[in-house]
């Protein structure tokens, strides 16, 4: 059974920077696109970043393009989202996801919240 589990989130001040991790059990890590969602409370989930494999090409929401960078290390079963310059609108629960190849199997991490104030 493949599980996710993120970390990394906090409370950072407008312009910080913080980094999510996620690390993969339990499946073979590089047969999956790997992705980070965000929640806020009332909202629907909305992708930040994708990375896909083999060749990891990546894709961004607008809100996040250039200051947001999504990788993964097959070796170590880990995909990260770097997150700089912040702003209080990055508000929100982050979330892991991996999806097989075939589009056969998902798995979603537990979540990270993210809090950006002054």
């Known amino acids: 059974q493949g599980q996710l589990v993120e970390s990394g989130g906090g409370l950072v001040q407008p312009g910080g920077s913080l980094r999510l991790s996620c690390a993969a059990s339990?499946?073979?890590?590089?047969?999956?696109?790997m992705s980070w969602y965000r929640q806020t409370p009332g909202q629907e989930r909305e992708l930040v970043a994708m990375?896909?494999?083999?060749?990891?090409?990546?894709n961004y929401a607008d809100s996040v393009k250039g200051r947001f960078t999504i990788s993964r290390d097959n070796a170590k079963n880990t995909v990260l989202l770097q997150m700089n310059s912040l702003k209080p609108e990055d508000t929100a629960v982050y979330y892991c996801?991996?999806?097989?190849?075939?589009?056969?199997?998902?798995?979603w991490g537990q979540g990270t919240q993210v809090t950006v104030s002054s």
């Open positions: 339990g499946i073979t890590f590089s047969n999956y696109d």
């Open positions: 990375i896909r494999r083999p060749d990891g090409t990546t």
């Open positions: 996801k991996g999806t097989h190849q075939w589009g056969s199997l998902e798995y």
